[in-house]
């Protein structure tokens, strides 16, 4: 069992923890992987320092890395994935597809809608972003989009389809620990996710007509006759991002699939590049690295390989090793029996839960460990109160699957950046739906709009003395 610090220490761990990742992230301009082992490490000295043993903390850290090793081995796998996709021919036929057929003014707009598609129907945003994302923003190279914008489309629509799918992880884990069925819990979220959605849409067209001008006839005649000049662009080199997400959509493990995926593009590169075993080695660790003699075309085409997400493998370790003195100090729980002696009304615990686990998975940027936790510890409050949990459950998923690409050191947002090539902080910006659901969950809170409520609440008398109780079990 954890040891739980007292009060002024854990809040003194916070403080600490947050000093260092925002100054050193926003004052220093530090790697987010430095940074946060330099939290971790001062977290562990004053951990150590108040009495907190080392097994403990020792035992804590190995819990952390193995729920982090499924999530670094997919990494790789895309990484892989990309790689041989681009030597096979798969990624650039899709580019040159794209460059066809998609006008530059609603190029964001469509890749929003089909993204969002393709997350729903597959269930995750991993796969979307590290398939067709990746071909869209190769698109955009040639299109002259900012990257920033496509990523900010790509992204929107992957989560919104993640959050929507009955085959998402996110989705289940979060009806799961909450007890609530899941089609209940998708229909709830539709009132904080969709107008996001159509928000971000209009953006997306508004930034299209805005750069639809800026693109010359000629860039795009150069791209596509360079991409036929280096590849053979049949059209059964779309078979990968087919098989995958018939696959996923079948619901067959995620890692399996992404090396079905990689196969299939070692043997399309024999077949209609000409490839031999040599060149798939390199592309599987570095990446495409051969040369176009276009500059647009190598920018687009030369990403991918093992090598490539080495980077964002060490940001996740770092990662584990700063959530582990926090969690074994018992930093939760302290927060928790805080919010018990305070809060007093439904409006107040929703309020609560909604602060809390924002800030608990800014903090660990793992909604694995934040909805395990507060999910079994927070649901029966609801009940006390008189409110369905349906509306824990979306709080859950509009502070942790939606917020999770805006945090630099999550699991989804550092898979995010090493997959699409740019930083999180640039995208952000033009992905408002992440951050709209939080604020559409506010003004429903406090207004009492799109609230569900159960039909027999506690008295007045009872929801305070319950609710501790709750908290207590």
Request: charged share 10%; glycine share 10%.
């Amino acid at each position: 069992m954890n040891a739980t610090l007292a009060p002024w220490k854990a809040v003194t761990l916070i403080a600490v923890s947050i000093a260092i990742i925002f100054g050193g992230i926003i004052f220093i301009d530090a790697e987010s992987t430095i940074v946060l082992l330099a939290a971790g490490t001062a977290l562990i000295i004053l951990s150590l320092l108040w009495g907190i043993k080392w097994d403990a903390i020792e035992k804590d850290l190995m819990e952390n890395l193995r729920a982090m090793f499924t999530p670094i081995l997919i990494l790789l796998a895309v990484g892989l994935m990309i790689g041989i996709w681009m030597l096979a021919g798969t990624i650039p036929v899709i580019v040159y597809y794209g460059l066809l057929l998609i006008k530059p003014s609603v190029f964001l707009f469509v890749a929003c809608l089909a993204c969002a598609l393709m997350s729903v129907m597959a269930g995750t945003s991993w796969g979307t972003i590290g398939t067709i994302g990746v071909a869209f923003m190769g698109v955009s190279v040639g299109l002259d989009i900012p990257l920033q914008y496509t990523a900010g489309a790509v992204v929107v629509g992957a989560l919104f389809g993640d959050k929507m799918s009955p085959l998402s992880d996110t989705t289940v884990m979060a009806a799961a620990v909450t007890d609530v069925k899941l089609v209940d819990h998708i229909k709830h979220m539709l009132y904080t996710t969709v107008p996001g959605l159509v928000i971000s849409l209009i953006l997306f067209l508004f930034l299209g007509f805005r750069v639809s001008g800026q693109v010359e006839n000629e860039q795009i005649t150069s791209i596509l006759n360079t991409l036929e000049t280096n590849f053979n662009l049949n059209p059964l080199l779309l078979l990968p991002p087919f098989v995958i997400l018939f696959l996923i959509y079948k619901n067959k493990p995620t890692l399996p699939v992404f090396g079905v995926g990689i196969l299939l593009g070692a043997l399309l590169a024999i077949i209609f590049q000409g490839n031999g075993l040599a060149e798939i080695a390199v592309a599987l660790n570095d990446g495409y690295t051969a040369s176009t003699g276009v500059e647009v075309v190598d920018r687009m085409l030369q990403r991918g390989g093992l090598s490539s997400m080495l980077g964002t493998v060490a940001l996740l370790i770092a990662a584990a090793i700063f959530g582990s003195p926090l969690r074994t100090a018992g930093v939760i729980d302290v927060i928790l029996n805080g919010i018990q002696r305070v809060v007093k009304t439904g409006k107040g615990i929703m309020l609560s839960s909604l602060s809390l686990h924002s800030f608990l998975f800014i903090i660990t940027g793992s909604y694995y460990v934040t909805f395990a936790v507060l999910g079994p510890m927070m649901k029966s409050m609801y009940d006390q109160y008189g409110l369905h949990r349906k509306n824990f459950s979306r709080t859950l998923e509009d502070t942790g699957t939606a917020l999770a690409p805006l945090i630099p050191w999550s699991v989804t947002g550092a898979f995010i950046a090493g997959t699409l090539g740019v930083p999180t902080l640039q995208y952000a910006p033009f992905a408002p739906m992440l951050y709209l659901g939080i604020v559409f969950a506010i003004i429903y809170i406090l207004t009492g709009f799109g609230i569900a409520k159960v039909d027999s609440p506690a008295t007045e008398k009872e929801k305070p003395v319950a609710a501790k109780k709750a908290l207590q079990s």
